[in-house]
């Protein structure tokens, strides 16, 4: 089956540096990745949605300066959270709605739990 | 560790009769657990959540699931089905340090 990558799957950086978040589709081609973060306890935010050759759509409220997403290729999309603050630190995940395969379903990737420090 | 399955890939029901969309999960610790809705191109969307309050939960959109701790069951159930919930359905089950998703459910409404 379909299968999202993402790393890496747990970061811990000093405040005032940028992270970058990897989701790579194997094994099919996303033209679309969806962006979420998660608070403890809470639900799944989404943040922007990429898309592959243009500008991502961010939700209301989401910076989009403070959370830059690239979706270069139709297997990778990246999110880099720059001058991260401990206020970002959350768990970071990414989506892919299904590829062009029969039978695939909507992919998750594995998460990012990201401390900022 | 933790995870969670969703019986069924795929359920179909006609509109205005009940939905069942079964999830087991299996986690070491109190679990919250959540239900999302996808429709096509869109982002989840939040229908409930169980974070170890009430054991039956009410969503939006008269969904409803209720925690068996006994059966490690979330069950989401609606009592008649719309041509709108027509989607894909995700269990997920999370603590503060990990998340799992199902496999999804896509729910097929026949008028």
């Known amino acids: 089956g379909a299968v999202v990558s993402q790393h890496p799957s747990r970061v811990i950086c000093k405040s005032g540096t940028s992270v970058k978040i990897e989701c790579r589709s194997l094994?099919?081609?996303?033209?679309?990745m969806f962006w979420y973060r998660q608070f403890p306890k809470q639900s799944l935010m989404l943040m922007a949605t990429s898309n592959e050759g243009s500008k991502a759509t961010y939700e209301q409220g989401v910076e989009k300066d403070k959370f830059l997403i690239n979706h270069a290729s139709l297997t990778l999309s990246t999110l880099t959270v720059t001058s991260a603050h401990p206020e970002d630190s959350s768990f970071y995940i990414c989506?892919?709605?299904?590829?062009?395969?029969?039978?695939?379903?909507?992919?998750f990737g594995s998460g990012t739990r990201l401390t900022v420090v | 560790a933790q995870s969670v399955t969703q019986l069924d890939s795929h359920v179909s029901v006609s509109e205005g009769t009940p939905v069942l969309l079964r999830c087991n999960y299996s986690?070491?610790?109190?679990?919250?657990l959540f239900w999302y809705v996808q429709h096509p191109n869109k982002g989840l969307q939040l229908l409930l959540k169980y974070t170890s309050a009430a054991t039956l939960v009410k969503g939006i959109n008269g969904f409803e699931a209720e925690f068996k701790k006994s059966e490690t069951s979330f069950h989401l159930t609606k009592p008649s089905a719309h041509m709108s919930d027509a989607a894909e359905y995700f269990c997920v089950v999370s603590n503060n340090n990990d998340m799992r998703f199902g496999a999804g459910t896509r729910l097929t409404v026949k008028p």
């Open positions: 989506s892919a709605p299904p590829g062009t395969g029969v039978g695939y379903g909507y992919t």
């Open positions: 986690s070491s610790y109190s679990p919250s």
């Open positions: 094994d099919f081609q996303a033209t679309t």
